[in-house]
Antibody
Framework: QLQLQESGSGLVKPSQTLSLTCAVSGGSISSGGYSWSWIRQPPGKGLEWIGYIYHSGSTYYNPSLKSRVTISVDRSKNQFSLKLSSVTAADTAVYYC????????????WGRGTLVTVSS | QSVLTQPPSVSAAPGQKVTISCSGSSSNIGNNYVSWYQQLPGTAPKLLIYENNKRPSGIPDRFSGSKSGTSATLGITGLQTGDEADYYCGTWDSSFYVFGTGTKVTVL
C-alpha cells in the first residue's frame, strides 16, 4: 500500500529557505500517471495549496507563493521535494505532501504532515 | 483568502443529517470538479468525495456530494460521533487549486 512521509527541518530561521522531502513507499512515484502536491495548514487555520509537479515534470504553483517556491522530483530516490525561500513567521504551518490526480483535481493520498516553525 | 465559502460550523444530533455548502464562481466550481476532505482532529485530511459525487473505496454511502452551477454540497446522513471533524471543499480555479474556508461539524 502506497504511503507518503514528509521529512525535513522543523525549525527554520526567518529569511532562510525551507526544505522538505516526501518519500513515497510501497510503490513507484512514476507509475499510474499521478502528480504530486504540497499543501500547508497554519496552526488553527485552513488548507492552502502550495503547488504540484505533474507526472510529465511540469510544475504549477499558487500565485501567492510562486516567486518563492520550487517543487522537484527525484525518481531514482522515489521522492519529491519542496523548497520555499525567504520564509517569514507567516510560513509557519503543518506541511503535507499528497498524491494528486492532475486531470480531475483531487488529492487521494496524504502524508501525515510535518510542522515547520519559522523563528529566530 | 479562499474564494470558496463554507459555513464555519454545522451541528446535529446523532443519527441526523447535515449538509455543508461550498459557494464559488464560474472560474472554479462552475467549470471544474469538486472534491471534499475530512480532517479529524490532529490528523491529515482524507479524501471523501471526488469528481463532485464519487466516493473512494472505503468511504460509506452516508457521505454524498453534489454540484449545481457555482455551488457544491456535502451531505452526511446517520451522523455519528466519529464524524466530528473539519470538512473542506476544493477545486481548480483558472490556474491554481483552492480549498474552501472549512466547516466544523459538531455532533450534539
Amino acid at each position: 500500500q502506497l504511503q507518503l512521509q514528509e521529512s525535513g527541518s522543523g525549525l527554520v530561521k526567518p529569511s532562510q529557505t525551507l526544505s522538505l522531502t516526501c518519500a513515497v513507499s510501497g510503490g513507484s512515484i512514476s507509475s499510474g500517471g499521478y502528480s504530486w502536491s504540497w499543501i500547508r495548514q497554519p496552526p488553527g487555520k485552513g488548507l492552502e495549496w502550495i503547488g504540484y509537479i505533474y507526472h510529465s515534470g511540469s510544475t504549477y504553483y499558487n500565485p501567492s507563493l510562486k516567486s518563492r517556491v520550487t517543487i522537484s522530483v527525484d525518481r531514482s530516490k522515489n521522492q519529491f521535494s519542496l523548497k520555499l525561500s525567504s520564509v517569514t513567521a507567516a510560513d509557519t504551518a503543518v506541511y503535507y505532501c499528497a498524491r494528486t490526480d492532475g486531470d480531475y483535481w483531487y488529492f487521494d493520498l496524504w502524508g501525515r504532515g510535518t510542522l515547520v516553525t519559522v523563528s529566530s | 483568502q479562499s474564494v470558496l465559502t463554507q459555513p464555519p460550523s454545522v451541528s446535529a444530533a446523532p443519527g441526523q443529517k447535515v449538509t455543508i455548502s461550498c459557494s464559488g464562481s464560474s472560474s472554479n466550481i462552475g467549470n471544474n470538479y469538486v472534491s471534499w476532505y475530512q480532517q479529524l482532529p490532529g490528523t491529515a485530511p482524507k479524501l471523501l468525495i471526488y469528481e463532485n459525487n464519487k466516493r473512494p473505496s472505503g468511504i460509506p454511502d452516508r457521505f454524498s456530494g453534489s454540484k449545481s452551477g457555482t455551488s457544491a454540497t456535502l451531505g452526511i446522513t446517520g451522523l455519528q460521533t466519529g464524524d466530528e471533524a473539519d470538512y473542506y471543499c476544493g477545486t481548480w480555479d483558472s490556474s491554481f487549486y483552492v480549498f474552501g474556508t472549512g466547516t466544523k461539524v459538531t455532533v450534539l
